[in-house]
């Protein structure tokens, strides 16, 4: 049976699952991280905390491929929305995936990633509607049971959504409303904007591993952004997580994937 890797940027977004691998989870030091080998949902799973920025998940990704002989790639996170009708609480899977900050002009075309003749990443098919479906099951039976009525109403979430589409990724944390405003003109298709995917989907896409990268929203990535951030990781987004991936899991198990 294949092992899936899961990554995330910060340790509240996988510490709900770390918790579920239960005492025989057996931990491997490298390169300054912990990668969690265990069980879950009756799936092989390796976990790790990626840490933040593309250099650190690319990093991470290539461990899990090498050392680990993962078959699939899960990364799991926060994100800033990009475009208008993404609020608050909604949940994005990627289809596509492109670093906005890589700009290697006149020698390449602007995002292209040198000697590579692209500029998108594409998420795996069958992982993207999996991930859906589970994101909007979750949402749907399990999110009012976890999250607070008044945590919910904190930060205006009312009848999240799913959104599959365009993430885009890059090293600097997005949290101004004119920044913003240059990306949706920039990338019109973009739905959210995060630091770590498109370099773990880049790396692969290298590899040829199926992945899939499923992000939260925690802001609007404007001047807002940092308002109550540790909270909505804490009371928020570690349920979305482990709720979304364990039904994710689960499936995989029963398909034998």
Known sequence: MSTIGILAALQEEIATLLTAMGPDVVMRHIGQRIYYEGRLSGRRCVLVLARVGKVAAAATAVTLIREFRVTVVVFTGLAGAVAEHVRVG???VARTLLQHDLDARPLFSRYEVPLLGRSYFDADAQMVALLSECANDYLGSDLAGEVLSATRGAFGIDDPKVYCGTIISGDCFVCDTSAVAVLRS????????EMEGAAVAQICYEYGVPCGVLRT????ADDTAGIDFTTFL???ARFYSAGILTRFLMHCSSQGR
């Open 90 to 92: 909604d949940v994005v």
């Open 186 to 193: 920039a990338l019109p298709d973009a739905l959210c904007v």
């Open 217 to 220: 929203i925690s802001d609007r």
């Open 234 to 236: 804490t009371q928020v």
